[in-house]
C-alpha cells in the first residue's frame, strides 16, 4: 500500500545537489568492527545517569550490567565486548561536556551472559516489559526515551506504527536492518503488540528504499495483524509528529501525544532491540550505523556501544581530504562533536564527515522575508518570526507564535539563503520559555 497524502513543508533531501556528498553504494552490506576498547558512557538515555556497578580490573561478559538505572527515569548499560575494566573515567563526549564513561578492553572471546529464550506465546505483557528494561533498551531513532516506558502506556493501544522512514540524507542503517534482520523485526513487532495490547501494526518504509519494502512485504504476507505502507521519501517524514499524520491523516494533540489517538509509534530498530531482549536474551550493546560522506570508504557498521569516533572513522579507511566537521546522528538533526574520543552511543545511527571543501559557510545575513522558511516548515510555523522575537527577548510574542510546537528539524536553517541560524535560535527560544516558567 503507498500512501500520496503527505505533510505541508518538507524538503527532498535525497535529490538535493547542496548535500555534495556521496551515499553508500551497497547498503545491504553491513560490516562488522572489533575495537581493542570501548568508552561506554553510563548516560545513553533520557532521564538520569546509570549507576557505575563494575570496579577497575573486573572482568566483565558480553550483556553483563555494568551501570544500573535508578529509581527515576533511566536505563541500564551493559557490556558491548567481554574483557576487563580498565578504567572508569571522565571523557570529553565532543560538545564541550565530559561524561563518566565505562571503559573495556577487549579480550575478543564474546564471551556472553547466559541466554534465557523466551516463546512469544508464553509471555505476559508485563514480562514483556520487565525483559525491555532489563536489556536498556531505549529509542534508537534518536530520541533515547526508555522503551520500557513506552510500552508500559496508560492510554489504550490500538495500533503501532513501526517507524522506518530514515529520512535523514545518507543515513541507510534502518534499511539494512529490515533487509538483513527481517525476521527479527517482526519479532520485535509482535512482542510490542502483545507488550502494549495493540491489535495492528503497520511498518512505514520511505518508497526510496524499495529492497526493504519487499522484504518485509513478503515477511508480512501471512501475518493478519501486520502490513507495510509506503510513504514518500520527504524530509522529516521519520519524526513521529509527521509520519503520524502521513499514514492516519490526523494531527497530533498539542498537548499531548499519539497515544492520546490510540497509535504507538516506535523505531524500527528499537523494535529489533525488543525482540532481541527476549530471544535471545541479549541486552542492547550492538546497533548499525551508516558512516558517510568525506571518508575513504562509507560503509553500514556494525558496532559495540562505545566504540571510538577515531576506531570508526578508522575502520572506514580514514578522512578524505581535511575534516571539518563530524556530525553524529543525522545530518539535519544530528550533534557536531570537535574531539574524535567520544562515543558512539545507542543514539548513534549515522556518523557524518564533511571535509573543508564541502563545508558550506554558515556566516549568516540579515533576513531577505523571501518565507523559504515558512514553505518548508512541516508545522506550518514562522521561523524567521520566531527568531526575530526570540532574539527581542519577546517571550509573549513566541508564545502566541506557537515556538512550542517546533520539532527541530532544521528544514528552515537549511533552506535559508541568508543562512540565518533558525532552529539554533528557535530551540533556544524554547528554552528560555521553559526557565522562565520554572523561575
Sequence with gaps: MMVNRAFKGGIDLHQDQALHLRGIDNYKRVESIYPKKVYIPIQQHIGDPAEVTVSVGEKVFLGQ?????????????????????????????????????????????????????????????????????????????????????????????????????????????????????????????????????????????????????EVMKELCKDIPTLSVIEVPSVYPQGSTEMLFKTITGKEEPPDGSTRDLGYLVINVATTVAVSEAIDPGIPLSYRICSVVGDVMQQKNVYFPIGTSIQDMIDFCGGFDGTPSKIITGGFMMGKTVDTLAASLTKSANGLIVINEKHDQDSTPSPCILCARCVEVCPVGLLPHQLEKNYLKKNWKRLEKLYVESCINCGCCTYICPARRHLAEHIVAGQQALKERRES
Design 65 to 213: 550490567t555494568i551501570a544500573k538505572m535508578g529509581e527515576g527515569l533511566g536505563a541500564n548499560i551493559h557490556a558491548s565486548v567481554s574483557g576487563r575494566i580498565v578504567g572508569v573515567e571522565e571523557i570529553d563526549q565532543g560538545q564541550g561536556d565530559e561524561m563518566t564513561c565505562i571503559v573495556i578492553e577487549n579480550d575478543f572471546q564474546e564471551q556472553p551472559k547466559k541466554i534465557y529464550h523466551d516463546k512469544i506465546e508464553e509471555l505476559a505483557p508485563e514480562t514483556i516489559v520487565e525483559k525491555v528494561e532489563a536489556a536498556g533498551v531505549v529509542g534508537l531513532g534518536g530520541a533515547t526515551f526508555p522503551s520500557h516506558v513506552k510500552l508500559n502506556p496508560k492510554e489504550d493501544i490500538h495500533t503501532c506504527i513501526f517507524n522506518g522512514a530514515e529520512c535523514e540524507p545518507l543515513l541507510m542503517a534502518d534499511a539494512a536492518l529490515m533487509v538483513n534482520q527481517g525476521d527479527q523485526l517482526i519479532k520485535g513487532c509482535k512482542l510490542v503488540l502483545k507488550a502494549v495490547g495493540a491489535n495492528e501494526g503497520i511498518i512505514a518504509i520511505e518508497d526510496d528504499k524499495q529492497e526493504a519494502i
